[in-house]
């Protein structure tokens, strides 16, 4: 499910702080610098966080840095920048029966079908289940939704789900966290990557596991694998929309904040 990894851009991994990069020119907007955290830091604390600018930055140890002026999006700024928040959301995941390989590569998506599609809609706060033949349940579902979040869900998703449903899922009002972390850095990160940066959390199994357990009719491991991705997925989506950047790991086994704004 997750991109393959790409070359991650150098940053120093001891010595004084190094000047922010400046931001590429964007058609609407700047962003915001990705800033390197100060090292030995690993993520946000499980417990509540200060507010940004505020003096310690969310996810660092006490005292570990200062917010400095520039590198982190101030909360009227912030606000200024993020759209309005969808009255009703769905976050989406899908599994197949087929690999890459056995369709002849990921352009073949479309060939791979559906074990099950897992579906967390804000407005019931619950997560729904659904196996092949119920995706026109699936349809009806997203056509309810101001906004339908997912993890590479433009490029993979919906080439699936449009090979064994006829429905327009490329028309819903979509929002693509991979293609906005891509958008950002210009290379691709993992959902465990950013999982595990973020929310201290990892996924519980691949996606060549569901696919073993699809060949041995597990419908219930692949479910509740499938739900766990939608609820990690889900939770990213919460809190970069709320504290306005994503954590990451880089090669210099750094943690960087990912700015975002969606």
Not at 33 to 62: D, F, I, N, Q
Request: charge should be neutral; aromatic fraction near 8%; include cysteine.
């Amino acid at each position: 499910r997750d991109p393959e990894p790409e070359p991650n851009p150098a940053v120093p991994a001891t010595g004084a702080p190094q000047p922010a990069p400046e931001a590429p020119a964007m058609a609407t907007r700047q962003n915001p610098p990705v800033t390197p955290l100060a090292p030995g830091t690993s993520g946000p604390p499980t417990g509540p966080m200060p507010a940004p600018g505020r003096g310690e930055s969310p996810g660092m140890a006490p005292g570990a840095a200062q917010t400095l002026p520039g590198l982190m999006v101030g909360e009227q700024e912030k606000a200024a920048q993020r759209p309005p928040a969808p009255r009703r959301f769905g976050v989406l995941d899908v599994e197949t029966r087929r690999s890459a390989e056995e369709v002849g590569g990921w352009g073949n998506a479309k060939r791979m079908g559906v074990s099950v599609a897992v579906l967390y809609d804000s407005g019931l706060d619950d997560f729904i289940s659904y196996r092949q033949e119920e995706l026109p349940d699936l349809a009806k579902a997203l056509g309810v939704l101001d906004l339908v979040v997912g993890f590479n869900i433009k490029r993979f998703d919906y080439q699936v789900l449009g090979g064994v449903c006829e429905f327009n899922f490329r028309g819903l009002p979509t929002l693509d966290l991979l293609e906005k972390v891509h958008e950002r850095l210009g290379y691709r990160l993992s959902l465990d990557g950013l999982a595990a940066a973020t929310l201290s959390a990892k996924k519980s199994a691949s996606g060549l596991a569901a696919l073993a357990w699809w060949k041995e009719g597990r419908m219930d491991l692949i479910e509740e694998y499938c739900r766990k991705d939608v609820a990690l997925t889900r939770d990213l989506y919460l809190f970069g929309r709320e504290q306005g950047y994503l954590l990451f790991t880089n090669k210099a086994a750094r943690t960087v904040r990912l700015p975002v704004v969606w």
